[in-house]
C-alpha cells in the first residue's frame, strides 16, 4: 500500500471518527451548554430530554425541550421534536441551506404583565452590562446573507397569550396550529419563485385557514394571500378587548372568506387589493344594564374589488337581515347612543394629517347593492312626563349602484311603517360626487294622538287625527327643493274644555314649493272643509280655547341678533279656502249663558303672501239663525294695511240673541231684522290708519218686549241711508234716518213698576241703596266733574235729515185701583241739520195728537251731538182733558175730576250745560167731582190749594221757572219740576201766604206787613203788599182774608211814649202856624228844628196835667229841656191797654189800606182776636199778620 493511500486512509478513518464523535459531543455540548446558559444567564431552567446530530447527514435534532417561567416550573416554551437538516449545498452555494425544519407540537405560553411588560421581557434585557463593543475595522461592503429554508413544517402547535394587564385578564388561544412552507429563501435561483405557505389553526375556537404565494426577496414583492376563518365569536373578543367597551357584545358569529394581493412595480405606487365574502350572524349588542341595543340575525357583505392604497373600493353586495335597534332617552333626555359613545371617545389631539390628504380625497366606493330587509327600530322616551313607546318595522331599504365615483346615479326605495299604522316611502336617485338626489316621498297614516307626550308641556289635552304628506324632494349644486308637495291632515280633533272642541273633516295643502336657498316658500291651495268649533267664554272670563294651552312658563332671554340679520323666509299662498264651518260660542259669564251659532262660514281668499305684501282678493259668507246672510267681498294688502271690502248683512235675525242681553236687562227682542250694505277702505300711513265707509243701514220688522212680556217698541223700519265716513279722524255723515209705522208702550204694572225703567230694576235698586249710603260729592269733585273731558275736537257728525213718520205712543198705569190708558196718535215730523259743529242747529218740528184730540208740537233748535249740547226747543201741548186723569187724583188726592182741560207752553233752553226752562201751565175749569176713599190719598188740603190757584176765570196759572247745571248730579228736570208741583199743595196747607206769593209775578212775601215801632200807620215801603193783596183778593174771589194785628212787648211801649211826645209838639206847633203854613199839611207832616225844639217842649210841659215841681210861690220851676222831656216820657201811659189799642189800630189800618183799593172785598176782610204779644215766626215783632182761607 502506498504512502499516499495509507495518508488518505488515516485521514478518512480520522475524519470518520471525528463525525463518530460529534454524534456524541454535539448533542452532549448542546444539552449542556444551553442548560448551563440559560441557568447562568436567567432564572429560567431548560430541560433537553434528547438530543441526535447526524454528521453525515447534517441532521439536528432535538426533543422534549422546555424552557420554564422565571422561578417556576411551568412552561415558556416546548416543543416535543425539533428537526433541522442542512443542505451540503450551503458549502457550493455559500448560503445557509436548511432542507428540511421540523417542528412537532411547539407550545409557546406569552403574558402581558403590564405596558411593554412581558414574561420574556428578561430575555431583553441580557447583556446590558457588557462592555461596549469594539467598533469592527471597516470591511468591504458584502452582499446580503443569502440563505435557503425548505420543507418548514410545524404540527400541532400551541399558542397561550394571558392579557394580565388589561382588566379582564383575557386569556386568547391558538390550538392545531398547522403551518406549511415549501421553500423559502434569497437565494439567486430562488429570488424568481414564489413562497407558498399554508396555514391552518383554531384562534379561540375559530376555525382559520390561509394559503398563499409571495416572492419575498423579488423587487416586485408579489404576495397572494387566500384566508377564511369561520365561527368567530365576537362576544368573546368584545369581552377581552384591551379597553373596555361602551357595550355589551351578548353573540356574534364572524365569517370571512378573502384573496389579498399586493404588488410593487417600478411605474405605479403599491398595489394592495382585497376581494371576498364576509358574514356576520346571531349578532346581540345590550347596554351595560342588560338593556338590549341592536340585533341581527344576518348581515352580507361581498368585496368585489378594493384596492386598499388608491381608496378604490367595490363591494357587490351589503345585505342586512331583520337588524333591530333600540334606541330610547333618559329622564335628562340623552339619548342612548350618545351616552355609551360620548364617554367612550379617547380625548386626544387630531392626528396629524397625511400628506396628500385633505378636501377632495373622498374614497371611490361603487355598492352595487345594498339591501336591508324587514328591519326594526324601538324607540323609548323617558324624558317626558307620559314616557312614549314606538315601534317602527318592516323597515325595507334597496340601494342600487351607489357610488362615490363622479356623475353616478344610484336608486333608492325605503320603505317602513309603525306600529301606530304609519306608512313611510321614499324612492327615487341619489348620487354622492356632486350630492345630489331625486327622491319622492309620502308618507301616510300619521296619527297625532299617540304623539302627544311631546306636546304635553304646552298642552293639557291630545290632538287627534292622521296625516298624509307627499312631495318630490331634489337637491343639487347645495340647494335642496321641494316639488309637489301635499299634506293632508284628517279628522283632526282639537279639545278645548268639556265638550268645547274643533273639529275638521279635512285640512289639505297642494302644489307646494319651497327653495332653500332662497328661503321660499309657495303653497299652491290651502283648503279647510267641514270643520266644527264650540267654544265657551267661562264663567271667570276666561275663552274655553285657551284652557287648551299650558300656563307659559319663564324662558330665559335668547339672543335674537342672528334673527334680526336673517334673511325672512318669504311664503305665497295661491288660493286659501275654508268652509262650511259651523261656529258654536257660548257665553257662561252671563247667567242666561247665551249660545251664538253661525253656520255655513265661508272664507275664499287669494294671492296671499309673508312677508311680501301682495293684493288679495277674498271673500267672506256666512249663514246666521235661519234667514241671516252675511257676506264679505273686497281685497287686502296686509302690509301697510290697504283693505277695500263691501260687507252685505240680509236678514239678519235680531231675535237670535236674546239670550246675549245681559241678564239684568229684562228685554226681549221678539223680532227683528238687520240689513246693510257697507262699503269700506282702511288704509295704513305710517302709526296712523286711515280709512272710509260708506253704505245704508236697516233694520225691518223689529219688536222689543219688556220684562212682562208686553210689546215695549216697536216699528215697521228704521232707515239710514247715504251713510259715509272716516276712520281718523273719525267723522261720520248721514243723509237720512227714517223711522216709520213705529209704537213705544209704556206701563205701569200693578206692583208699580215702569217696563221702560225695570229693565235694570235690580241693578237700579242696588244703585238707589248705594246712592242712600254715599256721600254727597265736595263742590271741588263737582266743579272738576264738570270740566271738559277732553280738549280734542269733537268728531265730525252730520245726519241731513231725522224723519219720524206714523208714530204711536201708549201709556198704561195698571197699578191704580182703576187702569188709566191714554195715547198719542200720528207722531211724526222732521229734525233738520244734525251735526257736531257747535256753529250748526237743527232745525225741529214734531207734532202729534193725544186721543186723537189734543195736539202737541215741539218746534226750535237743537245740537245734541256738539261738544257742548245746545237746545231751544218749544213745546206746546193744547187741550188736554183731565177727566180721564180720575185713576191718578182719586187715588193720590182723594177727589174725582169732574172736568178740566191743561194747557203746557213749555220752553226750554241748553247751552254751556246750563238748563233754563220756562213752563208755563194753565188749567182751565178744573173741578173736583166726589170725594174718594184712598189710603194712599194726601192728607194736604188739595181743594183749598186749588181755590187758591184759581183765578176769577176759574183758570189756574202757573209759571214754573228751572234752572240748572246738567253736569251736576243733584240736578235732575223731572224731579225738580215734581218738587216744584208738590211744595205747591204743602204750602197751601202749612204756608198758604208763601203759595201765594209764589203766584204773584214778583214772588214778594204778603204773609204780613210790618210797623215802625210804636207806631199804627203803614209806611209807604210796605203799601205795596197791600196792593198785593188787594189783588190777589180781586182775582180769587173764594178767598178771604184774616188780619192779625200784634205788638213788640219789649220795644213798642218806649217807642209809643217817644211817639206820643212826637205828638205833643207837633200839636204845639200846629197851633201857633198861620193857615198858610198848614196849607198842604197835617199834624203829622209838622217838623220841628232843633232851635224851636226846647221852646215846643217848655210849651208842652206847661200843658201837662200830671204834678210837676213847684217853687215856694206855687209857679212851676225852670227846668232843663232834658229834665222836661224825662217828666213827660215817664207820664204818659204805655200798658197794655195802650198796646192793644196800638195793635187794633194797625189792624184797621190795614183794612182801611185795602178797601181803598177795591171797596168790595170788605165782606171777606176779616179782624182776628189775637194775643197780641205773641212772637213771630221771622220778621219783627210789630207787625201784622194774614190768613188765607175759603169760603
Same mark, same amino acid.
Given at each position: ?265 417600478? *411605474? !405605479?405606487?403599491?398595489? =394592495?387589493?382585497?376581494?371576498?365574502? +364576509? $358574514?356576520? %350572524? &346571531?349578532?346581540?349588542?345590550? /347596554? #351595560? ?40 332617552? *333618559? !329622564?335628562?333626555?340623552? =339619548?342612548?347612543?350618545?351616552?355609551? +359613545? $360620548?364617554? %367612550? &371617545?379617547?380625548?386626544?389631539? /387630531? #392626528? ?840
Amino acid at each position: 500500500m502506498s504512502r499516499w493511500m495509507k495518508r488518505s486512509l488515516i485521514t478518512v478513518a480520522v475524519i470518520v471518527g471525528l463525525l463518530l464523535l460529534s454524534m456524541l459531543v454535539v448533542p452532549w455540548q448542546v444539552k449542556k451548554q444551553g442548560t448551563a446558559w440559560i441557568a447562568e444567564n436567567t432564572e429560567r431552567t431548560l430541560t433537553i430530554e434528547k438530543a441526535y446530530f447526524n454528521p453525515f447527514t447534517l441532521k439536528l435534532e432535538l426533543s422534549g425541550v422546555t424552557l420554564t417561567e422565571p422561578a417556576s416550573d411551568q412552561p415558556f416554551v416546548s416543543w416535543d421534536r425539533l428537526m433541522v437538516a442542512v443542505s451540503l449545498r450551503s458549502i457550493i452555494d455559500q448560503a445557509l441551506i436548511l432542507r428540511r425544519i421540523e417542528i412537532d407540537h411547539p407550545y409557546v405560553k406569552i403574558d402581558l404583565l403590564g405596558e411593554q411588560q412581558f414574561n420574556f421581557s428578561d430575555f431583553m434585557h441580557l447583556g446590558d452590562d457588557a462592555p461596549p463593543p469594539v467598533e469592527p475595522v471597516p470591511e468591504e461592503e458584502s452582499g446580503p446573507f443569502l440563505f435557503s429554508f425548505n420543507n418548514i413544517v410545524i404540527s400541532d402547535g400551541e399558542i397561550d397569550f394571558n392579557d394580565q394587564a388589561s382588566p379582564q385578564s383575557s386569556h386568547h388561544e391558538i390550538r392545531q396550529l398547522a403551518l406549511s412552507v415549501p421553500v423559502i429563501g434569497n437565494v439567486e435561483y430562488l429570488a424568481d419563485e414564489y413562497v407558498t405557505p399554508e396555514l391552518a389553526m383554531l384562534l379561540n375556537g375559530a376555525d382559520i385557514h390561509a394559503e398563499g404565494q409571495s416572492k419575498p426577496f423579488d423587487n416586485s414583492l408579489e404576495t397572494n394571500l387566500s384566508l377564511a376563518f369561520f365561527n368567530t365569536d365576537l362576544a368573546f373578543y368584545a369581552q377581552n378587548a384591551p379597553v373596555a367597551l361602551p357595550v355589551d357584545v351578548q353573540s356574534g358569529i364572524l365569517d370571512c372568506e378573502i384573496n389579498l394581493t399586493y404588488l410593487v412595480t417600478k *411605474d !405605479e405606487l403599491p398595489k =394592495l387589493l382585497v376581494n371576498g365574502d +364576509f $358574514a356576520l %350572524s &346571531e349578532l346581540v349588542v345590550n /347596554e #351595560p344594564d342588560g338593556k338590549p341595543l341592536f340585533a341581527m340575525p344576518t348581515l352580507l357583505l361581498d368585496v368585489e374589488q378594493a384596492d386598499v392604497f388608491k381608496q378604490d373600493f367595490t363591494l357587490s353586495l351589503i345585505a342586512l337581515f331583520e337588524p333591530h335597534l333600540w334606541l330610547s332617552r *333618559d !329622564e335628562q333626555a340623552q =339619548l342612548n347612543l350618545t351616552r355609551l +359613545f $360620548a364617554s %367612550s &371617545e379617547p380625548q386626544s389631539e /387630531e #392626528p396629524p394629517a397625511v400628506e396628500g390628504e385633505g378636501e377632495g380625497s373622498m374614497p371611490l366606493l361603487l355598492i352595487r347593492s345594498l339591501a336591508l330587509h324587514n328591519g326594526q327600530l324601538s324607540f323609548d322616551d323617558q324624558s317626558l312626563k307620559t314616557p312614549i313607546a314606538e315601534r317602527i318595522h318592516g323597515i325595507t331599504l334597496t340601494v342600487d349602484n351607489f357610488s362615490t365615483h363622479p356623475d353616478q346615479q344610484a336608486t333608492l326605495d325605503l320603505r317602513l311603517q309603525t306600529d301606530h299604522q304609519l306608512d313611510v316611502a321614499i324612492n327615487g336617485q341619489l348620487g354622492a360626487v356632486p350630492a345630489q338626489a331625486d327622491l319622492a316621498f309620502s308618507a301616510n297614516g300619521l296619527q297625532l294622538e299617540p304623539y302627544y307626550p311631546y306636546l304635553e308641556q304646552v298642552l293639557t289635552a291630545p290632538l287627534s287625527g292622521q296625516v298624509d304628506a307627499a312631495a318630490q324632494l331634489v337637491y343639487a349644486d347645495g340647494n335642496t327643493l321641494v316639488h309637489d308637495g301635499a299634506v293632508t291632515l284628517r279628522d283632526l280633533v282639537v279639545p278645548f274644555s268639556g265638550e268645547d272642541r274643533f273639529t275638521l273633516k279635512q285640512l289639505q295643502v297642494n302644489g307646494t314649493t319651497v327653495d332653500v336657498n332662497a328661503q321660499q316658500v309657495n303653497l299652491g291651495q290651502l283648503s279647510l272643509t267641514q270643520g266644527d268649533i264650540k267654544a265657551t267664554r267661562m264663567a271667570d272670563g276666561s275663552l274655553s280655547p285657551e284652557k287648551l294651552l299650558r300656563p307659559a312658563q319663564q324662558q330665559p332671554p335668547q339672543t335674537t341678533a342672528t334673527q334680526q340679520d336673517s334673511k325672512p323666509w318669504n311664503i305665497n299662498l295661491a288660493s286659501f279656502d275654508l268652509g262650511p264651518f259651523k261656529l258654536q260660542f257660548r257665553d257662561d259669564t252671563s247667567e242666561k249663558k247665551p249660545l251664538l251659532v253661525v253656520n255655513q262660514i265661508g272664507v275664499h281668499a287669494e294671492n296671499l303672501s309673508f312677508p311680501k305684501a301682495t293684493k288679495s282678493p277674498f271673500k267672506l259668507t256666512a249663514k246666521v239663525g235661519k234667514t241671516g246672510d252675511v257676506r264679505v267681498d273686497g281685497s287686502v294688502v296686509h302690509t301697510p294695511l290697504n283693505l277695500v271690502a263691501t260687507s252685505r248683512i240680509k236678514a239678519f235675525p235680531l231675535d237670535d240673541f236674546n239670550d246675549f242681553i245681559p241678564a239684568d236687562l229684562k228685554l226681549k227682542v221678539k223680532d227683528g231684522q238687520l240689513f246693510s250694505t257697507i262699503t269700506t277702505r282702511l288704509n295704513q300711513q305710517g302709526s296712523d290708519l286711515k280709512g272710509t265707509f260708506s253704505g245704508d243701514v236697516a233694520v225691518h220688522r223689529f219688536n222689543l218686549l219688556d220684562g212682562f212680556g208686553g210689546e215695549m217698541v216697536r216699528w215697521d223700519g228704521l232707515n239710514l241711508s247715504g251713510i259715509q265716513g272716516d276712520v281718523a279722524p273719525f267723522a261720520l255723515h248721514i243723509k237720512e234716518v227714517a223711522l216709520n209705522d213705529y209704537q213705544a208702550n209704556i206701563e205701569v204694572a200693578a206692583d208699580g213698576q215702569v217696563n221702560l225703567t225695570s229693565v235694570q230694576a235690580s241693578e237700579a235698586a242696588e244703585t238707589e241703596g248705594e246712592a242712600a249710603v254715599e256721600p254727597k260729592p265736595e263742590p271741588a269733585a263737582v266743579a272738576e266733574a264738570m270740566k271738559p273731558e277732553s280738549s280734542e275736537p269733537p268728531a265730525d257728525i252730520r245726519i241731513d235729515a231725522v224723519t219720524l213718520q206714523g208714530g204711536t205712543v201708549s201709556f198704561t198705569d195698571r197699578h191704580l185701583p182703576s187702569t188709566f190708558a191714554t195715547t198719542m196718535y200720528d207722531l211724526g215730523g222732521r229734525i233738520s241739520g244734525l251735526a257736531s259743529d257747535e256753529e250748526m242747529q237743527a232745525d225741529v218740528d214734531l207734532r202729534g195728537q193725544l186721543e186723537n184730540n189734543s195736539p202737541l208740537t215741539i218746534t226750535g233748535k237743537l245740537n245734541p251731538l256738539s261738544q257742548d249740547l245746545f237746545a231751544d226747543l218749544t213745546i206746546s201741548f193744547k187741550d188736554i182733558d183731565l177727566s180721564p186723569m180720575t185713576p191718578y187724583s182719586g187715588t193720590y188726592l182723594g177727589y174725582a175730576i169732574d172736568k178740566g182741560k191743561l194747557y203746557l207752553d213749555l220752553n226750554y233752553t241748553i247751552e254751556h250745560q246750563q238748563i233754563e226752562a220756562d213752563n208755563k201751565v194753565m188749567i182751565d175749569q178744573f173741578t173736583f167731582g166726589d170725594s174718594i176713599d184712598s189710603e194712599q190719598a194726601t192728607s194736604l188740603p188739595v181743594a183749598f190749594a186749588i181755590s187758591l190757584l184759581k183765578d176769577r176765570n176759574d183758570e189756574i196759572h202757573l209759571d214754573i221757572p228751572i234752572s240748572g247745571n246738567l253736569n251736576d248730579p243733584d240736578f235732575s228736570l223731572a224731579s225738580t219740576i215734581f218738587t216744584v208741583l208738590r211744595n205747591l199743595l204743602v204750602k197751601a196747607a202749612t204756608s198758604p201766604f208763601a203759595l201765594l206769593s209764589s203766584l204773584i209775578p214778583e214772588g214778594e212775601d204778603v204773609s204780613s206787613i210790618s210797623f215802625t215801632l210804636g207806631r199804627s200807620n203803614i209806611s209807604a215801603d210796605q203799601t205795596h203788599v197791600l196792593d198785593s193783596l188787594a189783588e190777589v183778593l180781586t182775582k180769587r174771589p173764594s178767598l178771604i182774608l184774616e188780619i192779625s194785628p200784634y205788638a213788640d212787648q219789649n220795644n213798642d211801649p218806649e217807642a209809643y211814649r217817644r211817639q206820643q211826645l212826637t205828638e205833643m209838639l207837633q200839636a204845639v206847633k200846629w197851633e201857633d202856624m198861620d193857615d198858610d203854613e198848614r196849607k198842604n199839611m197835617t199834624v203829622g207832616d209838622v217838623q220841628i228844628t232843633d232851635e224851636e225844639y226846647p221852646d215846643v217842649l217848655k210849651q208842652v210841659y206847661k200843658n201837662a196835667e200830671f204834678p210837676r215841681p213847684r217853687n215856694v210861690l206855687g209857679f212851676l220851676k225852670s227846668l232843663p229841656p232834658e229834665e222836661m222831656e224825662k217828666l213827660l216820657l215817664a207820664n204818659i201811659r204805655a200798658g197794655d191797654e195802650e198796646m192793644a189799642a196800638l195793635a187794633k189800630a194797625r189792624a184797621m189800618a190795614v183794612r182801611d189800606g185795602i178797601l181803598a183799593i177795591n171797596p168790595e172785598l170788605k165782606p171777606r176782610l176779616f179782624l182776628m182776636t189775637t194775643e197780641i204779644y205773641a212772637e213771630p215766626e221771622s220778621g219783627p215783632a210789630s207787625r201784622v199778620e194774614f190768613g188765607i182761607n175759603a169760603k
